[in-house]
Every structure is written in structure tokens, then in C-alpha cells.
């Protein structure tokens, strides 16, 4: 049972660039969620999608942008990259229940450097 | 590997004691709380969790404390081993609310 999967590991970008970052959840989940976690802190939320569709949002400008497929996979995209942007992000699936907290399992994350 | 946290508190151990992990979160209308381990380079890892109906979960070799008058939630692992070496996370959620909300994690350090 493949877990959640991003692509790339790793990336180098200059300032005011863009960049995508690719996640496959995990067999049988339903919903991606994205977080950026900056070095010697916890994940921050950044969107989540279900059914295609963003779900809720969190403190990120709109230069964060994100897509779900119909096979549930999800794209991120940062444009106008800045210096501050360099973190490591984290996708996490989970399954959609009616009205109780989902367990979010993570990837292992892709590495931002931007320059 | 990359180092996940410079400045983190920490926790050391011996191999074999038991180790106490806390946690305060901030939000008294959440209602779902869940353990993470990180290692070096790595995503986190879903380690239990708790709903707000109860006060103790137990894992295998973990168990989970809430304690929703004083908003506190602790990790007890039994019996320590190194392979246990990593930032562990707190993370609390809401009924409605889809982003889980992270504290500022704690490095576990297990000497052998």
C-alpha cells in the first residue's frame, strides 16, 4: 500500500520564479492538504482540497495556489518566489468524514531553497 | 540529513526509561488531537490520537493523556529506544475545520 508520494525532493529556485510541487495521496484518501514548514518549526497550513475544490485556506497569500485532479492527486504553485519561501513542504491525504477530524498522513515533503 | 529543529526544547533519555512528551494547545473548541513523529529529513508520522470524548488512548508502547480543563496533552512512551530519536509534534484540530494546527514540537534524544 504505496503511502503519499512528492515530487520533487528537492529544488533550487531564484527570486520571483515559480514553482510547482507534485502529491499522490494515499490509496483509498480522498483529500490533500498542503503545509509549509520552515526550519526548527511546526507545519504551517497553507490550503486543502477536496473534490476538486479548495477547501479552506490558511494565512498565505494568493502568490499559493493549488489544483486537485479527478484522480486526487494535487499540485501546489508558488509565484514570484521570495527569499522566505524557502522551507520544506509537506502534503498530507486523508479521508473525508462527515463532520469529524480526519487523520492526516504525510509525505516526505519537498525541500524549497530559493535564492 | 537536515536537522528539522535548531532550537527546539529537548528531551534526553536512556534506552529503556519512559519518556513524557507535553503539550499545551491553544484552542478549547478543538476536539482532535494527534501525535507526530519527525525524523531528520523526513514528513511526519501519525503516531495515535485522541478524540475529546476521552481522557487516555493507548498504543503500542504509547499512550496518549488529554486533559481538556487545562489544555494539555502529553505522549508517555514506554521503554525508550533509540530508533524513538526524533521531534515529536503535537497537532489539534476542530470538527469543521480542515487544517490541523501544530505545536512547537519537542526533540527526543535516546542514548543507549
Given at each position: 500500500d504505496a503511502g503519499v508520494t512528492q515530487s520533487p525532493t528537492h529544488l533550487i529556485k531564484t527570486r520571483g520564479q515559480q514553482v510547482t510541487l507534485r502529491c499522490s495521496p494515499k490509496s483509498g484518501h480522498d483529500t490533500v492538504s498542503w503545509y509549509q514548514q520552515a526550519l526548527g518549526q511546526g507545519p504551517q497550513f497553507i490550503f486543502q482540497y477536496y473534490e476538486e475544490e479548495e477547501r479552506q485556506r490558511g494565512?498565505?497569500?494568493?502568490r499559493f495556489s493549488g489544483h486537485q485532479f479527478p484522480n486526487y492527486s494535487s499540485e501546489l504553485n508558488v509565484n514570484a518566489?521570495?527569499?522566505?519561501?524557502?522551507a520544506l513542504y509537506l502534503c498530507a491525504s486523508s479521508f473525508r468524514t462527515s463532520g469529524l477530524g480526519e487523520t492526516q498522513y504525510f509525505g516526505p515533503g519537498t525541500r524549497l531553497l530559493v535564492l | 540529513g537536515e536537522s528539522v529543529g535548531l532550537h527546539l526544547p529537548t528531551l534526553s533519555v536512556q534506552e529503556g526509561d519512559n519518556s513524557i512528551i507535553n503539550c499545551a494547545y491553544s484552542n478549547?473548541?478543538?476536539d482532535y488531537f494527534i501525535w507526530y513523529k519527525q525524523e531528520s529529513g523526513k514528513g511526519p508520522q501519525f503516531i495515535i490520537d485522541i478524540r475529546s470524548n476521552m481522557d487516555k488512548r493507548q498504543g503500542q508502547r504509547v499512550t496518549v493523556l488529554l486533559n481538556k480543563t487545562v489544555k494539555h496533552l502529553s505522549l508517555q512512551i514506554a521503554a525508550?529506544?533509540?530508533?524513538?530519536?526524533a521531534v515529536y509534534f503535537c497537532a489539534e484540530n476542530m470538527t469543521g475545520f480542515q487544517k490541523l494546527v501544530f505545536g512547537t514540537g519537542t526533540r527526543l534524544l535516546v542514548s543507549p
Open positions: 494565512n498565505f497569500p494568493d518566489l521570495l527569499l522566505g519561501d524557502s | 478549547s473548541a478543538s525508550t529506544q533509540p530508533g524513538d530519536s
